[in-house]
């Protein structure tokens, strides 16, 4: 069964740094016949869920948010079967559950109309973890 955990959250000051984990399990996000659009999504109190980044697998193509372009790196590591987010000057605003998902074939829509979304529709989330930023 398909198994998205993230982590890597924690609490750190305005202008650091985090890098976030998605371990995945019960597929490949490499092999031919399971890759997929791997991405990042964060909610904050208050707020609607909103995309960050996205990777398809099979190329390591990304896509991202306005507002964390330059600031934030989505990669894989096919090795460890693990997609990860690199945040780097991060500011409150940042401050949000973050959570990893992927969409497999057929995609219901392109990555930037995920982003749009806040990633809905897409096949399997993990439960999220925390970041938190303080000024």
């Known amino acids: 069964q398909v198994q998205l955990v993230e982590s890597g959250g924690g609490s750190v000051q305005a202008g650091g740094s985090l890098r976030l984990a998605c371990a995945a399990s019960g597929y490949s996000v490499s092999v031919s016949y399971s890759v997929s659009y791997m991405g990042w999504f964060r909610q904050a109190p208050g707020k609607e869920r909103e995309g960050v980044a996205i990777i398809y697998t099979g190329s390591g193509i990304t896509w991202y948010a306005d507002s964390v372009k330059g600031r934030f790196t989505i990669s894989q590591d096919n090795a460890k079967n693990t997609v990860y987010l690199q945040m780097n000057s991060l500011n409150p605003e940042d401050t949000a559950m973050y959570y990893c998902?992927?969409?497999?074939?057929?995609?219901?829509?392109?990555?930037?109309?995920?982003?749009?979304?806040?990633?809905?529709?897409?096949?399997?989330w993990g439960k999220g973890t925390l970041v938190t930023i303080s000024s």
């Open positions: 998902a992927a969409d497999f074939p057929p995609y219901r829509m392109s990555p930037i109309q995920y982003l749009r979304v806040g990633g809905n529709g897409m096949d399997y």
